[in-house]
């Protein structure tokens, strides 16, 4: 079966520290990989993707790095802060399929003051 | 405002009383989805849709039913909830003119008891 593995589950930084969350996937076909953003009571929101053309995305204080060899992508948050406290998913899909995203188990992130 | 709208927010039933929970969209987007969120799992596809009368069943499909007999409407029914479908559930809508992003409503949170 088709997987994005997800990790850590959890993590907690003091404000400004920077927040590092990886994926892995296996199928080698996957082609858009993005990250969501989930607060509480709130569904999630896209953030930042990536295709494997390019191994670095920035988006502001978010950063994509992406390693096709080794089949890992990550998200940085530069100097975090409290209201980047959210739940983050990676995801993957294949284009010309129905592009049906393949989501990791989601990261709880907390940032404190 | 261009938005995904799911009803109702809240839900409590009870073992074997059907019930429908309905999602819209104004985006005119081809693509509709339903997804279930728990704790550890992620978020796990139920069933898709990729236009009118067009449905697929995603990962996690027994138990549910879908229909899309118009472009906006995507409903997810449960004909016989179980405490097992006691869930966190997601609409989202995707555009094929606006690439792969996942517009996603604000969520019905289900209770079978």
């Known amino acids: 079966q088709q997987q994005v593995k997800q990790s850590p589950q959890s993590l907690i930084v003091q404000k400004g520290g920077i927040p590092i969350i990886n994926c892995a996937y296996e199928n080698t076909a996957f082609d858009y990989f993005p990250w969501y953003q989930q607060f509480p009571g709130k569904g999630p929101a896209l953030l930042i993707a990536i295709r494997p053309d390019v191994s670095e995305k920035k988006e502001g204080r978010f950063t994509i790095s992406f390693n096709k060899s080794a089949k890992q992508f990550s998200l940085h948050i530069m100097d975090s802060q409290p209201g980047d406290s959210a739940t983050y998913f990676c995801a993957a899909s294949q284009r010309g399929s129905q592009g049906n995203l393949i989501f990791g188990k989601g990261t709880k992130l907390s940032v404190k003051p | 405002e261009a938005q995904v709208t799911q009803n109702p927010r809240y839900l409590i039933t009870v073992t074997g009383k059907k019930l429908t929970v309905t999602c819209s969209q104004n985006m005119n987007h081809e693509y509709m989805s339903w997804y279930r969120q728990d704790p550890g799992l992620g978020l796990r596809q139920i069933y898709y849709?990729?236009?009118?009368?067009?449905?697929d069943k995603g990962d996690v499909p027994e138990g549910y039913k879908v229909s899309r007999k118009e472009k906006r409407n995507f409903p997810l029914i449960l004909e016989s909830p179980s405490p097992n479908q006691t869930s966190l559930y997601f609409c989202?809508?995707?555009?094929?003119?606006?690439?792969?992003?996942?517009?996603f409503g604000s969520g019905t949170q289900l209770s079978v008891l």
């Open positions: 989202a809508s995707r555009g094929w003119s606006g690439g792969e992003k996942l517009f």
């Open positions: 849709s990729m236009n009118v009368e067009v449905t």
